[in-house]
């Protein structure tokens, strides 16, 4: 007679997980084609259907009920950023955006992940159909990660700054105090909003967000029209100032590093770090080293573990850190590892961080050596 242990029973009685969703949409049939098969060679993604233009997969999306749809841009009667405007808008789902433009022009690319894309993939520009299929792990690996993502909210940053006003949290005009930031899938968005509503006077911020090469500059030039601080691409050797936002390039770790008395960017060509280049890891590791407890660590939505390590590193060496909740998350992955690691003391939803991070400013402000 057999016996089974609880869980050999439980893993029985559950019903098997169904696959993911999902609808292709694109004007090429070529293109329609080779990501139906490339998904679907995946027994956790089920091509639901396949879509010419934003008209036909709006009645699809309403008949199909798709868990995550692939959207080109560039498609006749109407294009995919106002697609996806309208998607988010009325129906908030995760879409991932497949198109040329996404490779050659940074700046629309950027403009889907800030109105709610989960990601960008670029078309090749050169034989297509090899070009595809070279990436299908990638692609595959992609979407199956945003079918499961959470699709936050708008949020609201008329209310996040009423909240930093309320708080009195101004006043942080001092370079002993450094602020890091890491974050990957939806962190676009994310930094949109915590950027967007800092006063002028915050205490210096270092970023790495995974992100290409050639759209660093662009996500730069974009917070620091809309910011209140001064963003921009880090420069190696760059003193790094108080009401200064500094971005880490594409293809370059940012570090942290001290100059007598005072912090200074370094950039650095080594290979990846944790999976990436930049590395999240990489930057905490820094900053933990250079400023210790006068810097706070901030992480963000993200598939993986780049920064679990380093943010542990900080927490260790005295510095304060926070992490994104699982709800305001597009996906809890790194901010989860750094929690399970140990690096993160609170953790707050994305409304909250910006508060809680000029707050806790403030207490090291009143604390701070210098190391």
């Known amino acids: 007679m057999s016996s089974f242990s609880p869980d050999t029973l439980a893993d029985r009685a559950r019903p098997p997980e169904r696959p993911k969703r999902v609808l292709v949409v694109d004007d090429s049939a070529l293109v329609r084609q080779l990501l139906s098969e490339i998904l679907s060679h995946d027994p956790g993604l089920e091509v639901v259907g396949a879509a010419p233009d934003p008209i036909i997969a709006r009645r699809m999306i309403r008949d199909l009920n798709p868990d995550v749809v692939t959207l080109d841009i560039e498609m006749p009667k109407m294009d995919g950023i106002e697609f996806l405007c309208k998607i988010m808008a009325l129906r908030p789902m995760p879409v991932v955006m497949v198109s040329s433009l996404t490779q050659a022009g940074a700046p629309i690319a950027l403009e889907a992940l800030e109105i709610g894309a989960i990601e960008c993939i670029g078309k090749p520009a050169l034989d297509l159909t090899r070009g595809l299929k070279d990436e299908a792990a990638r692609i595959t690996e992609t979407v199956k990660a945003a079918a499961s993502a959470r699709v936050p909210a708008a949020q609201r940053r008329e209310r996040i700054a009423s909240r930093i006003a ?63 601080v001064a963003v921009s691409e880090a420069r190696d050797g760059e003193r790094v100032l108080p009401g200064h936002v500094y971005i880490a390039q594409g293809s370059r770790h940012l570090l942290l590093a001290r100059s007598g008395a005072n912090y200074i960017c370094k950039l650095d060509d080594r ?26 660590g901030v992480i963000l939505t993200g598939m993986g573990r780049d920064g679990a390590k380093g943010l542990a590193e900080m927490r260790a060496a005295g510095a304060r850190t926070i992490g994104q909740d699982e709800r305001s998350c597009v996906v809890y992955g790194m901010p989860r590892a750094a929690f399970e690691a140990g690096g993160v003391e609170r953790q707050f939803s994305l409304d909250d961080i910006p508060s809680e991070m000029l707050a806790l400013c403030g207490a090291a402000g009143r604390r701070a050596v210098r190391v």
């Open 166 to 228: 309320s708080q009195g949290l101004s006043g942080h005009g001092t370079t002993e105090k450094i602020i890091a930031i890491g974050a990957s899938t939806g962190g676009v968005e994310a930094l949109n909003h915590i950027i967007g509503v800092l006063p002028a006077d915050t205490p210096a911020v270092l970023v790495t967000q995974h992100m290409p090469e050639k759209f660093t500059r662009s996500f730069a030039e974009r917070l620091n029209g809309r910011a209140a």
């Open 271 to 296: 290979g990846p770090v944790s999976g990436h280049k930049p590395s999240v890891d990489v930057l905490f590791h820094s900053v933990g080293q250079a400023a210790r407890a006068n810097a706070i």
